[in-house]
């Protein structure tokens, strides 16, 4: 039996009247309020524990997790493990929050093991046509297995795009005009680990 996921939704959430330091990371302006306000209905959440950013070309995604625990401790159906993400866009020397997602897991062992099989969590999202900023995509995820060594993709125009999965996390943004094709988890000596198209059929 797969685990289940449910998705909490990829929204613009544009920050209104934001004075951040310009200084500031992306990181250091994620709002562990609006990080918990994901978990699902019913649950009580955790503290939030920051993963991992990755930046490119004015753009910024910042991964975090927390537990969201349900009345009965031992109901996996009841708790899960929320990954989240928050899309930045640095406009005008400072760093604005242009969207944010997450999928919730079930943590019973057989979803931990279906996710150390699969090697990687496999999400996308497009926060499109931002006022601030050009659409952004990404492809993102935790990587749960140390054979893993980095994460590709291949574009519609035959373009690969590599992370090495620092901090056990990987982020790629995909060019706002092409779309992923292709996505193979790489291991030891560049063995194919997990390949499959995408989007997933």
């Known amino acids: 039996m797969k685990a289940i996921a449910v998705a909490l939704g990829l929204g613009s959430l544009l920050v209104a009247g934001c004075a951040q330091n310009p200084l500031r990371s992306p990181e250091a302006l994620l709002d562990p309020q609006q990080v918990v306000s994901q978990c699902p209905a019913g649950t009580t959440p955790g503290a939030v524990e920051l993963l991992g950013s990755r930046q490119e070309q004015g753009r910024a995604i910042v991964l975090y997790r927390t537990t969201c625990s349900g009345a009965d401790p031992d109901d996996p159906y009841q708790n899960y493990e929320l990954l989240g993400d928050s899309v930045f866009a640095r406009v005008g020397g400072l760093w604005q929050l242009q969207g944010a997602g997450a999928v919730a897991r079930n943590v019973d ?48 125009n035959g373009t690969t795009l590599r992370d090495e999965g620092t901090d056990s996390i990987y982020a790629i943004f995909i060019p706002a005009n092409q779309s992923p094709r292709e996505v193979r988890v790489v291991g030891e000596d560049n063995q194919i680990l997990r390949q499959e198209n995408y989007p997933q059929s």
Do not use: F, M
């Open 109 to 156: 062992e057989r979803s931990r093991a279906e996710a150390e099989a699969d090697y990687i969590d496999l999400i996308g999202s497009t926060v499109r046509q931002s006022p601030l900023h050009p659409t952004i995509k990404t492809l993102r995820g935790r990587i749960h297995s140390p054979a893993v060594r980095a994460v590709e993709v291949v574009l519609e």
